[in-house]
Nanobody
Protein backbone atom coordinates (compact mmCIF):
# COMPACT_ATOMS: atom_id res chain seq x y z
CA UNK A 1 0.00 0.00 0.00
CA UNK A 2 1.32 3.44 -0.92
CA UNK A 3 0.11 6.75 0.47
CA UNK A 4 0.27 9.98 -1.50
CA UNK A 5 -0.17 13.23 0.42
CA UNK A 6 -0.81 16.66 -1.05
CA UNK A 7 -2.02 20.10 -0.09
CA UNK A 8 0.77 21.60 1.98
CA UNK A 9 2.06 25.10 1.46
CA UNK A 10 2.72 28.51 2.94
CA UNK A 11 -0.06 30.35 4.75
CA UNK A 12 -0.29 33.30 7.08
CA UNK A 13 -1.09 33.10 10.76
CA UNK A 14 -4.83 32.46 11.09
CA UNK A 15 -5.16 30.99 7.62
CA UNK A 16 -6.41 27.61 6.44
CA UNK A 17 -5.11 24.65 4.48
CA UNK A 18 -6.54 21.30 3.50
CA UNK A 19 -4.35 18.24 3.25
CA UNK A 20 -5.34 15.17 1.26
CA UNK A 21 -3.99 11.65 1.24
CA UNK A 22 -4.86 8.82 -1.12
CA UNK A 23 -4.03 5.18 -0.41
CA UNK A 24 -3.44 2.63 -3.16
CA UNK A 25 -4.90 -0.30 -1.26
CA UNK A 26 -6.97 -1.42 1.69
CA UNK A 27 -6.20 0.39 4.92
CA UNK A 28 -7.80 0.63 8.32
CA UNK A 29 -7.26 3.50 10.71
CA UNK A 30 -5.83 6.57 9.00
CA UNK A 31 -4.10 9.52 10.54
CA UNK A 32 -1.90 12.56 10.23
CA UNK A 33 1.40 13.03 12.02
CA UNK A 34 3.76 15.98 11.96
CA UNK A 35 7.38 16.66 12.69
CA UNK A 36 9.15 19.98 13.05
CA UNK A 37 12.93 20.46 13.25
CA UNK A 38 14.40 19.21 16.49
CA UNK A 39 11.18 17.60 17.63
CA UNK A 40 9.82 14.10 17.61
CA UNK A 41 7.09 13.09 15.24
CA UNK A 42 3.71 13.55 16.90
CA UNK A 43 0.20 12.38 16.17
CA UNK A 44 -2.12 15.15 15.04
CA UNK A 45 -5.36 13.31 14.34
CA UNK A 46 -6.62 9.83 13.60
CA UNK A 47 -9.80 8.42 12.14
CA UNK A 48 -11.01 4.84 12.24
CA UNK A 49 -12.66 3.03 9.37
CA UNK A 50 -16.04 3.64 11.03
CA UNK A 51 -15.32 7.35 11.46
CA UNK A 52 -14.24 7.61 15.07
CA UNK A 53 -11.77 10.46 15.51
CA UNK A 54 -9.13 11.59 17.96
CA UNK A 55 -7.07 14.77 18.05
CA UNK A 56 -4.00 16.14 19.73
CA UNK A 57 -4.96 18.72 22.35
CA UNK A 58 -3.03 21.39 20.48
CA UNK A 59 -5.27 21.14 17.39
CA UNK A 60 -8.67 20.41 18.89
CA UNK A 61 -11.29 22.83 17.62
CA UNK A 62 -9.08 23.96 14.76
CA UNK A 63 -8.37 20.81 12.71
CA UNK A 64 -10.88 18.34 11.33
CA UNK A 65 -9.98 14.92 9.99
CA UNK A 66 -12.27 13.09 7.60
CA UNK A 67 -12.11 10.19 5.19
CA UNK A 68 -13.79 8.75 2.13
CA UNK A 69 -13.63 4.95 2.34
CA UNK A 70 -14.82 4.56 -1.25
CA UNK A 71 -11.76 6.49 -2.38
CA UNK A 72 -9.36 5.14 0.28
CA UNK A 73 -8.62 8.75 1.11
CA UNK A 74 -8.36 10.98 4.11
CA UNK A 75 -8.31 14.72 4.58
CA UNK A 76 -7.19 17.20 7.20
CA UNK A 77 -8.88 20.57 7.24
CA UNK A 78 -6.69 22.97 9.18
CA UNK A 79 -8.18 26.29 10.27
CA UNK A 80 -6.85 29.08 12.48
CA UNK A 81 -3.32 27.97 11.73
CA UNK A 82 -0.54 29.14 14.02
CA UNK A 83 3.22 29.43 13.45
CA UNK A 84 3.70 26.50 15.83
CA UNK A 85 1.76 24.31 13.38
CA UNK A 86 4.68 24.62 10.98
CA UNK A 87 5.97 21.12 10.27
CA UNK A 88 6.19 18.36 7.74
CA UNK A 89 2.87 16.55 7.82
CA UNK A 90 2.71 12.84 7.11
CA UNK A 91 -0.33 10.79 6.33
CA UNK A 92 -0.29 7.31 7.75
CA UNK A 93 -2.44 4.23 7.94
CA UNK A 94 -2.59 1.03 9.90
CA UNK A 95 -2.83 -2.54 8.75
CA UNK A 96 -5.57 -4.86 9.96
CA UNK A 97 -3.58 -5.52 13.18
CA UNK A 98 -3.51 -1.82 14.06
CA UNK A 99 0.17 -1.20 13.38
CA UNK A 100 1.09 2.12 11.74
CA UNK A 101 2.65 0.37 8.78
CA UNK A 102 2.03 2.71 5.90
CA UNK A 103 3.44 6.23 5.56
CA UNK A 104 3.22 8.94 2.95
CA UNK A 105 6.12 11.04 1.80
CA UNK A 106 5.30 14.12 3.87
CA UNK A 107 4.10 17.55 2.86
CA UNK A 108 5.46 20.82 4.23
CA UNK A 109 3.13 23.21 6.02
CA UNK A 110 4.57 26.61 6.88
CA UNK A 111 2.64 29.22 8.83
CA UNK A 112 4.14 32.68 8.80
CA UNK A 113 3.57 35.17 11.62
Amino acid sequence: VQLQASGGGLVQDGGSLRLSCAASGIIWTMGWYRQSPGKQRESVATISKSGGTSYAESVKGRFTISRDNAKNSEYLQMNSLKPEDTAVYYCAATNVLGSWTYWGQGTQVTVSS
